[in-house]
C-alpha cells in the first residue's frame, strides 16, 4: 500500500512459449525464471497481493511454490499467441471484483521475462504513478538505436530515409528516445479498465539500466542472461 492505495500485482505466464520452450519454468542460474519476478514483488514494500495468471499446472505449482497466488487457471482464449496482455489484465480485475471481492486501486503488471529489475524499481514505478497523479506508468531503458541518427526505413521505391528527420551529427546530439523494456507497468485500476491501453494523455515513464532491462524473448537472451547470473552483475 503506498498513500492509502492498495496494490494488486499481476504477473502473467503462459505456457507454450516457442522462443524459449518452457521458458517461465526453465532454470535460469539455481531457480525457475519465472521465480525472479515473484520474488521481487514479494520483497516490493508497496505491493499487496501478488497474483500469477497461468493456463499450466506446471507453471501454477511452481508460482505457488515461491509465494505468489494462482487463484483461478487462465482461459485458453486468452493464452494464445494473439491474447492480449490488456485482457489478461481485465480478466484477473474482474475475478478480483467479482469472485474474490477484493478492492483495490492500483495494478502493477510485471512480466517474468525480464528477471533482473529492483524491488526498489518496482516501487520507485508505484510511487511516481501516485504521486504524478498520473494515469500509469511503464518502465524503460535508453535505446541502443536512435531513430534521428542510425535507424533508416526503406519507402514503397525502396529509398532509404532515416526513420525520423533530424540533422544531428552524433547521436548525443539526437533526441532522447528510449526501449519500452516489457519490465513495469503500472495503471490506476479504473484507467486500465476504462481506457484499456498503456498510451494515454497522463502517461509517464521510469528509466532502468540496460543491465535491469534484459527481456527475454529468444534463446539469444536466455544465454545473456545466464551470463548475467553467473558473473553475479545482476544482483
Not at 520474488?39 to 499446472?57: F, H, N, P
Not at 501516485?130 to 541502443?144: G, L, M, P, R, W
Not at 535507424?151 to 528510449?178: C, D, H, I, W
Not at 532502468?208 to 551470463?227: N, Q
Amino acid at each position: 500500500m503506498y498513500k492509502g492505495k492498495k496494490i494488486l500485482c499481476v504477473i502473467p505466464a503462459r505456457a507454450g512459449s516457442k522462443g524459449v520452450p518452457g521458458k517461465n519454468v526453465r532454470l535460469l542460474g539455481k531457480k525457475p525464471l519465472i521465480a525472479y519476478t515473484i520474488e521481487q514483488a514479494k520483497r516490493s514494500k508497496l505491493i499487496d497481493r501478488t497474483i500469477v495468471s497461468t493456463d499450466s499446472i506446471k507453471i501454477a505449482e511452481v508460482a505457488r511454490k515461491f509465494g505468489a497466488e494462482v487463484p483461478f487457471m487462465r482461459p485458453s482464449k486468452l493464452a494464445s499467441d494473439n491474447s492480449s496482455t490488456i485482457d489478461v489484465l481485465l480478466h484477473t480485475m474482474d475475478w478480483a471484483d467479482n469472485k474474490a471481492k477484493y478492492t483495490f486501486d492500483i495494478l502493477v503488471l510485471l512480466h517474468a521475462t525480464t528477471p533482473f529489475r529492483s524491488p526498489e524499481d518496482i516501487d520507485n514505478c508505484i510511487k511516481l504513478l501516485v504521486d504524478k497523479k498520473a494515469d500509469n506508468i511503464f518502465s524503460v531503458t535508453e535505446a541502443y538505436r536512435n531513430p534521428y541518427f542510425n535507424m533508416v526505413e526503406l519507402n514503397s521505391k525502396n529509398v532509404v530515409s532515416l526513420v525520423k528527420k533530424g540533422k544531428f551529427v552524433t547521436r548525443q546530439s539526437a533526441p532522447a528516445v528510449y526501449d519500452m523494456n516489457s519490465s513495469i507497468y503500472a495503471w490506476k485500476k479504473e484507467v486500465l479498465k476504462n481506457k484499456k491501453s498503456s498510451f494515454l494523455k497522463k502517461t509517464i515513464i521510469f528509466e532502468m539500466p540496460k543491465e535491469r532491462s534484459i527481456d527475454i524473448d529468444d534463446m539469444f537472451d536466455f544465454k545473456i542472461a545466464e551470463l548475467l547470473v553467473k558473473s553475479g552483475t545482476n544482483a
